[in-house]
């Protein structure tokens, strides 16, 4: 089923996205928690990176923090924690585009917000994911045709809106009535991607996750570059609709 492009800020595309590395993810901290309004004030900027392993699995996370009342840029791997755990600090932030955070910096009193290339040297509080091999999920053989089958878990916190769902369902052309889905999942998608095919659900999960993306890539000659620009997109669309990434892993 062909789906809507993926995108993130206007004009980017998955093909563009993988002529350079993937852009940093930026949040809003909020100075009331749960304001969602378009006049929210605004305590600071969060910037991450998820580091990765060559199969697109998470290794770890960088990130860092600027306050207007701070006197520089700093890093916390706690911070980054609790900002998945923690549901007070949950509900103070909310993802955003780098355009956004630009305007809200330079509101803030910082100016100009730095280029990513600068802000990827305030990283200085690393947190490592414990790492495993690759659980079996599914079929150990691709389908005729493909030279390997994959199959990825990205993890969630915060909830998602019964509006996000419909916004979901929108964008990929899932309806309910109308897309196979597996069962548990709300929002299901397809997309050929060169000699690639991907194929998604989006389910509730347990207790201390709030949500998940599965996706199933089926590789025709092996890895490409449009494997992790895909993965990326695919998780920054979440991030639109109010998630806040996780962890990838990898289950084949």
């Known amino acids: 089923m062909p789906t809507a492009p993926l995108r993130t800020e206007p004009g980017t595309t998955v093909v563009e996205a993988t002529e350079r590395r ?28 998820f580091t990765r392993h060559a199969d697109f699995s998470t290794a770890g996370l960088d990130s860092a923090g600027w306050t207007p009342s701070g006197a520089d840029w700093w890093s916390s791997a706690s911070f980054s924690r609790s900002l998945r755990r923690d549901r007070e600090v949950l509900d103070r932030v909310v993802p955003t585009s780098r355009k956004k955070a630009e305007s809200v910096y330079r509101e803030l009193g910082g100016g100009q917000l730095p280029p990513e ?3 990827r040297t305030y990283f200085r509080d690393h947190q490592p994911f414990a ?23 990205i993890l969630f916190a915060k909830d998602l809106r019964e509006d996000h769902v419909t916004s979901l369902r929108t964008l990929w052309q899932s309806t309910v009535d109308g897309t196979p889905r597996s069962p548990g999942s709300v929002v299901a998608g ?23 993306l599965d996706v199933t890539v089926l590789l025709r000659d092996g890895p490409s570059a449009a494997l992790s620009a895909t993965l990326h997109e695919l998780t920054n669309v979440m991030r639109q609709h109010g998630l806040v990434p996780v962890m990838t892993e990898r289950f084949s």
């Open 22 to 49: 993937l852009p940093l993810d930026y949040y809003l901290l909020l100075t009331n928690p749960g304001d969602r309004g378009p006049t929210a004030d605004v305590d600071g900027i969060v910037v991450e990176e």
């Open 117 to 119: 290339a600068v802000l």
């Open 131 to 153: 790492t495993a091999p690759p659980l079996r999920l599914g079929p150990a053989h691709p389908p005729a045709g493909f030279h390997e089958r994959r199959v990825y878990r």
């Open 190 to 212: 397809r997309l050929d991607q060169g000699d690639d095919q991907f194929a998604w659900d989006v389910r509730r999960v347990g207790r201390d996750v709030a949500w998940c």
